[in-house]
């Protein structure tokens, strides 16, 4: 399917997704989360696609926030429908999402641009990446799970001065506090972030699925993520990727995954 704000593209069971609105420093309006939303969701019945790798086009921004034209009248009903439509059917969709994210944060990442790279599994970014949530200069707070998702991440000191403050930091900065993974130079992330999917898409699809399901549990209100991890290790001894998995192993060959 061709989409008027991302390009799509499938190369050895990667899924690139790139947002392309470049003259608009890739901001998110309702069209480019509607297709999100798509292009996400039928990524996870696509058995030619084992992960996904989300950019911004061009080199100086990832996204830099919301379209702010599209909300800038709307009253505070209206604004709790954006939050919650955004959070269900896009944010939270790549968070709860059975194969791996990663965001790969090729310039300035902001308020809801910063927010969709917290919702993917794994972060890596260039070097000179900007990172905030400016969103109290607006007369605003994140909507789109910043405040929780930043909170999880770099604990609730730093997620306070970043959102209060509603400055910046930069790509060393982020990754010290573990916001992203790692840094790169500009003209090598989108390969790097390749070589870290490739590595992910070697180990079992099946197991990498309940490690994600587990991993989101610890967070997750009301679940108690010790009894979700017992129930997806369980769940592996059952699947034909363990089975193969340890006939691999003992056998020292390579394995085979096939995801089931």
Do not use: W
């Amino acid at each position: 399917m061709n989409y008027s704000n991302l390009l799509i593209e499938n190369r050895e069971r990667i899924l690139y997704i790139t947002i392309n609105r470049e003259n608009k420093l890739n901001a998110l309006n309702k069209a480019t989360l509607a297709e999100l939303h798509d292009v996400i969701t039928g990524s996870a019945h696509d058995e030619e696609v084992g992960g996904l790798i989300i950019s911004g086009a061009g080199q100086k921004a990832f996204v830099a926030g919301a379209d702010i034209s599209e909300f800038a009248d709307f009253n505070a009903d209206e604004g709790r429908e954006l939050a919650r439509e955004g959070q269900i059917k896009v944010f939270d969709v790549i968070q709860n999402h059975s194969k791996p994210i990663i965001a790969a944060i090729n310039g300035f990442a902001l308020g809801g641009g910063l927010e969709l790279a917290l919702a993917c599994h794994i972060r890596v970014a260039a070097s000179g990446a900007k990172m905030g949530l400016p969103e109290v200069s607006l007369g605003l707070i994140p909507g789109y799970g910043g405040t929780q998702r930043l909170t999880e991440l770099i604990g609730k000191g730093r997620a306070m001065e970043m959102i209060l403050t509603g400055d910046m930091v930069n790509a060393d900065d982020a990754y010290r506090t573990g916001l992203i993974n790692h840094v790169y130079e500009p003209e090598n992330l989108l390969n790097m972030a390749a070589e870290l999917m490739k590595k992910i898409l070697t180990r079992s699809p099946f197991a990498v699925s309940c490690a994600i399901r587990a991993i989101n549990a610890a967070s997750a209100e009301g679940i108690n993520g010790y009894e979700t991890e017992i129930s997806e290790f369980s769940n592996c001894f059952g699947s034909d990727d363990f089975r193969e998995g340890v006939s691999a192993f003992l056998a020292k060959r390579k394995a085979e995954f096939r995801g089931k």
